[in-house]
């Protein structure tokens, strides 16, 4: 057995309309496709043994038991270890609950597939899967086997809190996404975009994009804090800040006992101790202190209880009274077993799993049982309380209390105007005081700290009270009521057409006035610059589109290979583009006919909201039946207005875009509005290039459905030039010296065959190709391409192509002849590997009036390559003519 591959998707993808997190894993199962599981000998017993949680599986008989009943009937290892990868992230805390395992056409590899929370723990879950399929099929021991699987979910837990969002971060994310506010998390910590392109708000857990950076480092700094409050009359300790040990003594005979020791600039009580009585322990307090900041403070220690208050923009949201991790005696138990028991609680788990965190004994517990005058195997009196931490943080074993209704008045206003004298948005202010039900200036309460980016966790899930929504005021003061969060997005699909049908939308939105990022085979541009060159037609570059500040409008080409990969870059788009479906990279991730294919293009219509709309091909069987899978509203474009599609659609009274009659026509019901002649399109060669005018038809339906006027749209479309800058590679023509060449990036049979079409429709006499198809194309499609270039030119000039992906050229020249050989057209054929020198010799032994076309597989290369000779003759020209005129 062998895992041949493991790939995440992120975002909609082919396999779920629901489900976004899945884990595909490519899985050759080796010798057990001949082996079911009721063939395997023990294999139910011991599987039920060492996982018996896996009977609360349904599978396809939809009801607990269901996944058990197909082991004893027989399934196979792919199916059983998709729910083993299930399963052991539930048992790491994990629950998540879709999967499906299907058949590859290779016999014995199918695709398992499974939904995950966390991206690696997933991964991780497929290996570990994987794994236990093998031990319990090989009959190991079982205990071992029980081990390993703690071990894995152990393992797994520790990936979850290396890996995820905490609590504060967590809950601004959710609370985001119930809104319907996207996100994107821009590094592997809490630094988050809420929102699209110029929409946009950024937090880092909860600092935000409102947090002033002056009142930041005011909270970092405990002693201008206190200074601040103090002056402006709010009741704090008395203390001083101190850089020497040597002075500490003194400090502590001006502050006097109990004290607290902290660093200076600390956060999240790291490196902070309280209840200090002594020097010894003030010198240990201090070196940890020491350990996080230049500067200690060293200042009176209030008595009373711990609280958090939360002000969020200004307003009091929570109080929670924060109790460190302790124990209770029993008079009967040692410390280490009364902390044994306290973590049975089921609300403790690892890290920040449940509601509490497991107590940790580690150096300060020891310390403070040490100061208690105990040890660890002491036995406590029963009732007494042992406090294990010198502060009440949550994420080392404390418990948080909702006092929030509590509050009197007095203290809200004291809170609140805290947080205006410091500045922040988002503030949590420690409190030292017996209850905060009377003001604290009546019970000789006062403030300890002020901390920018304050946890969440105590309000979110308090061990008693209410937990408080907290993070839909910090939400609520990112995007007030009526505040957009998203952009408009256009997705773009299909076979053939997808770049200049997106370069083309993005003309016309441009023209509009939008500032538009999009993305294309050549690279994303924002406005009219490129930002990256290369094939960016996938997840990574559709985002990076969307943290663009600036863009107002994403305009993204979705080719096949990003969509297998790793899904869609977005969660939803506004507008869904479908041009074509016809053969290309077939025989490639399992997408093996056309209809494979139409399903992995189908993403982009599925995508689309319901307020949205998808723009299909009406003329296309597989395209037009997408229909059927969007919730948006369906929009058609035909160059036939009389197709039966667009007939039906009409009565209807539904939107279409046409081709009739010489124009480019929008079809209200039966109603036709007229927006451009096609022959005043430069786009289309005057109406020649009839698939150019299927993507004119296409962006211009897409602009319309956008509230793009007519006007604006006739404009952009006469003003859109079929060049080198604005469509690279798409129908460029180019005059150098007695021959005429174009270049296009036909790559396929079908476009091959809609430029050959558009081709003899050019006066040229004569007509030569230089071709060469991807080495990942199927043997026939190779084979057609070579007959179509045998049909239309009297010259073909092979050469090396750039993606080559694992075929020898020889290899692809072979088939290309082979297909040639079918016209029973003697063409004549030559091979010149280079590039460069093939365009060199097409264009040096053109004959007069020729036309060379070139199938561009690198695009930027042969402009450059003809450019250059084209450069070249005209300075020859030049010279020449210079010399005779001396």
């Known amino acids: 057995m062998e895992i041949l591959e493991i790939r995440t998707l992120r975002g909609p993808n082919y396999w779920s309309g629901y489900w976004k997190k899945l884990i595909i894993m490519r899985l050759d199962i080796g010798d057990y496709e001949k082996k079911p599981t009721k063939k395997l000998k023990g294999f139910y017993d011991r599987m039920v043994e060492v996982i018996p ?260 923009n200004n307003r009091l949201i929570a109080v929670a009274k924060r109790i460190p991790a302790h124990v209770v005696g029993d008079g009967k138990r040692t410390i280490t077993e009364l902390v044994e028991e306290t973590n049975k609680d089921p609300r403790r788990g690892f890290g920040h799993e449940n509601v509490l965190t497991l107590i ?65 948005d988002v503030a949590g202010i420690d409190i030292i005081a017996d209850n905060v039900a009377q003001p604290l200036r009546e019970i000789r309460g006062g403030i300890i700290e002020v901390n920018a980016a304050p946890g969440f966790r105590m309000h979110l899930s308090p061990s008693e009270g209410i937990g408080r929504n907290v993070a839909e005021h910090v939400i609520d003061m990112l995007f007030p009521p009526g505040t957009p969060a998203r952009i408009p997005i256009i997705g773009i699909t299909g076979t053939n057409g997808k770049t200049t049908t997106t370069r083309l939308i993005a003309h016309i939105l ?59 870059g977005f969660d939803h788009c506004d507008i869904g583009v479908v041009t074509n479906i016809a053969a290309d990279h077939l025989g490639m991730k399992d997408v093996n006919t056309l209809e494979d294919l139409a399903r992995v293009k189908s993403v982009i219509p599925r995508a689309v909201s319901k307020k949205g709309y998808a723009v299909l091909n009406a003329e296309d069987p597989l395209v037009y039946d997408m229909r059927q899978l969007t919730d948006g509203t369906v929009v058609c474009f035909s160059m036939n207005e009389n197709h039966p599609n667009i007939k039906k659609r009409a009565e209807r009274g539904r939107t279409s875009c046409v081709y009739e009659n010489g124009y480019v026509t929008i079809l209200k019901g039966k109603w036709k509005v007229r927006v451009e002649k096609a022959v005043n399109i430069p786009l289309t060669y005057g109406g020649r290039a009839e698939f150019m005018i299927q993507n004119v038809l296409a962006a211009t339906l897409a602009c319309f459905v956008h509230g793009v006027s007519i006007e604006d749209i006739r404009v952009g479309l006469t003003t859109f030039n079929a060049g080198t800058a604005q469509t690279p590679g798409r129908l460029n023509f180019m005059e150098v010296g007695s021959v005429t060449v174009l270049m296009d990036y036909a790559h396929n049979p079908a476009g091959f065959a809609g430029l050959t079409k558009f081709v003899s429709k050019l006066p040229n006499k004569y007509r030569i190709v230089i071709m060469t198809v991807p080495g990942d194309r199927r043997d026939e499609d190779i084979v057609e391409m070579g007959e179509i270039a045998g049909n239309a030119f009297d010259r073909i000039v092979m050469r090396d192509g750039h993606y080559l992906r694992g075929r020898d050229p020889e290899e692809i020249r072979e088939l290309i002849r082979k297909g040639i050989a079918k016209t029973g057209n003697e063409p004549q054929v030559r091979v010149i590997p280079s590039s460069r020198d093939a365009i060199q010799h097409a264009i040096k032994y053109g004959r007069k009036g020729e036309l060379v076309v070139t199938l561009a597989d690198v695009v930027p290369d042969d402009i450059s390559y003809v450019e250059e000779i084209r450069d070249k003759l005209l300075a020859e020209q030049e010279a020449a003519s210079a010399a005779a005129g001396d």
């Open 510 to 568: 441009k023209n509009s006035g939008r500032n538009v990022g999009f993305t294309t085979t050549d690279g994303t541009y924002i406005g009219n610059q490129q930002i990256v060159t290369g094939d960016n037609t996938g997840p990574v570059s559709a985002q990076l589109v969307l943290k663009d500040p600036t863009v107002d409008v994403a305009v993204l080409e979705t080719a096949r290979g990003g969509i297998i990969r790793a899904g869609l």
């Open 360 to 424: 940790d004994i580690d150096q300060q517990s020891l310390r403070c049982i040490r100061n208690a005058g105990y040890t660890e195997d002491s036995v406590l009196k029963k009732g007494e309380v042992l406090f294990l931490k010198t502060t009440a943080n949550i994420s080392t074993g404390g418990t948080a209390i909702d006092v929030t209704d509590e509050v009197h008045p007095e203290n809200v206003f004291l809170f609140e105007r805290i947080a205006r004298i410091i500045g922040l």
């Open 53 to 312: 949680s896996l009977e609360s599986h349904g599978c396809s008989y939809g009801e607990p038991g269901g996944f058990l009943k197909r082991v004893k009937e027989g399934t196979w290892a792919g199916h059983v270890i998709e729910h083993f990868a299930l399963e052991l992230q539930t048992l790491a805390g994990m629950d998540t609950g879709y999967g499906r395992t299907r058949e590859t056409s290779e016999k014995g590899i199918y695709n398992v597939v499974f939904s995950y929370l966390e991206e690696e723990v997933g991964r991780y879950a497929g290996r570990a899967a994987v794994r236990l399929w093998l031990s319990l099929a090989e009959k190991k021991d079982l205990a071992e086997i029980k081990e390993a699987i703690a071990e894995d979910v152990q393992k797994m837990r520790e990936i979850r809190e290396d890996v995820r969002f905490g609590p504060s971060t967590g809950s601004l994310v959710e609370e985001a996404v119930n809104r319907d506010i996207p996100y994107i998390r821009l590094n592997d910590q809490s630094l988050v975009q809420l929102g699209y392109g110029i929409n946009q708000k950024r937090i880092q857990a909860t600092t935000t994009v409102n947090t002033n950076m002056i009142s930041v480092d005011i909270a970092g700094d405990k002693a201008a804090t206190k200074k601040l409050l103090g002056d402006m009359g709010v009741p704090v300790p008395n203390g001083y800040r101190i850089r020497d040990i040597d002075d500490l003594e003194s400090t502590l005979e001006r502050v006097g006992y109990p004290a607290v020791i902290k660093p200076l600039d600390g956060n999240h009580g790291k490196g902070a101790t309280i209840g200090i009585h002594n020097l010894e322990d003030a010198a240990v307090a201090f070196e940890k202190a020491k350990e996080y900041s230049r500067w200690v403070i060293v200042e009176q220690q209030l008595i009373g209880s711990d609280f958090r208050a939360l002000v969020v």
